[in-house]
């Protein structure tokens, strides 16, 4: 493909929209809620902010750079900017991300649309109340053929927009569900905060406990900045490579590190006092948010309209999340296997729908489907974000680091010297994705 024919963004504004839709999503306002509860509450979330814009924010740089300036898939662009090296090898850690993230992923789509059908049954209406929304979920998360159904239909829906193409796809689609589930979420976070009993929940969120803080807890905030970011597993590397060189590389970062920390900040707002008012267990996992939602919508105004608004336009956000990681496959079978697109999104829709399959199995009460005592949902999901997206980050900030060299990062920063970003900010982040981010991320990986 040579750089004319690859898709680029219609838009400045466009190339925005793709890369919030892609990091905003469910691990936002799904996983992390649950990781603030199985990690003890503030300390984790003051952990987590201070790893997304000391180590995210330069990492989000570092990707954006190798995209832009390789145009490729993750595999290609280390090939094209290191020609004769092994560093093209790291990029199939992304093809790994993919499939480990994807699987879980398709599956927690899946309860999205059935909280869906049950939001539009009106099965969180006011009459609802009383309903134990624990018990329901376990008996519909562990059974045999719902959720795969619904999996299936998020698998589908997802390729059917990967198909349209980068630009009518993906810009169109992801325009008009940020602002929408942002007001939703606003909405929630007042009506949370009246709970009886939210203050404990408040107290849980800001008054941070220390002593808490493990190796695991470390590893568990990294791993769920780069899920949250969409770091360390090519997605950035593909949407950067569709951006035009004349945009600002820094401000895209920063607008996009900026929204996803507030979506991840209001879910956990709205959630965790709602955890406290009803007794729900903070450290339940998974299940945390899905549990957690009803309970608010049956005690609200208007709450079956709020949920179902509000369940459409988070699956709008994970369909968009989604995308970008079914085309970091896509992109990588086209340009390195010469598949034509449709083959290619049909490989990767039986990939996800087989490893989703096995996943959401691996819930049923008895099933055989676990590796160590955790089943394959909960060990993709530990080890996509906590391994296989950190060590991805360590090899791109490695290569942007130590291959690509500061003179052609300043480069890439300031579009050859046309965008004028203060010099000393491009060149502290160069020293972070240098130096302070590898050793931090391997001393954490270490130690974990
Ligand atoms: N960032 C997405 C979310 O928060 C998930 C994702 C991870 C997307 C990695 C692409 C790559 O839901």
Known sequence: MTESDRSSFGSRFGVIVAMVGSAV??????????MVGENGGAAFILIYLAFSFLISLPVFCAEFVIGRRGRSNAVGAFRKLAPG???????????????????????????????LVDSVALKFSAGAAGTDFGASFAA???????????????VLVTAAVVVLGVQKGIERFSKWMMPLLFVLILVLVVRSAFLPGAGAGYSYLFRPDFSKITSETLIAALGQSFFSMSLGMGAIIIY????????????????????????ALLAACAIMPA???????????????????????????????VAVFFFISLLLAAVSSAISLVEVMVSFLIEECRCS??????????????????????????????????????LFDKIS?????????????????????????MDEMTSGG?????????????????????????????FS
């Open 25 to 34: 999503g469910l691990g936002n306002i799904w996983r992390f809620p649950y």
């Open 85 to 115: 090296s092994k560093w093209y090898l790291g990029g199939f850690l992304s093809i790994i991300a993919v499939f480990l993230i994807l699987s879980f992923y398709s599956v927690v789509g899946g309860w999205g649309i059935k909280y």
């Open 140 to 154: 519909f998360s562990t059974g045999k053929v719902a959720p795969l159904v619904y999996m299936l239909i998020f």
């Open 240 to 263: 950067g490579s569709y951006v035009k060189r004349s945009d600002n590389i820094l401000n895209h970062s920063l607008i996009t590190v900026s929204l996803d920390t507030v979506f």
């Open 275 to 305: 955890v406290f008012s009803f007794g729900v267990q903070p450290n339940q996992g998974p299940g945390l948010v899905f549990v957690t939602l009803p309970y608010i919508f049956t005690n609200m105004p208007l709450g079956s309209l």
């Open 341 to 378: 697109r449709k083959l290619a999104v049909g490989i990767s829709i039986a990939t996800q729908a087989i490893f989703g399959t096995l996943c959401s199995l691996s819930l049923m009460p008895d099933s055989p489907l676990k590796v160590g005592g955790l089943t394959l949902f909960d």
């Open 385 to 409: 974000s906590d391994y296989v997206l950190t060590i991805g980050a360590l090899l791109i900030v490695l290569f942007v680091g130590w291959k690509i060299k500061k003179a052609n990062f």
């Open 418 to 446: 046309t965008i004028r970003i203060p010099k000393w900010i491009a060149l502290v982040i160069f020293w972070i994705i240098k130096v302070v981010a590898p050793l931090a991320i391997l001393t954490i990986l270490i």
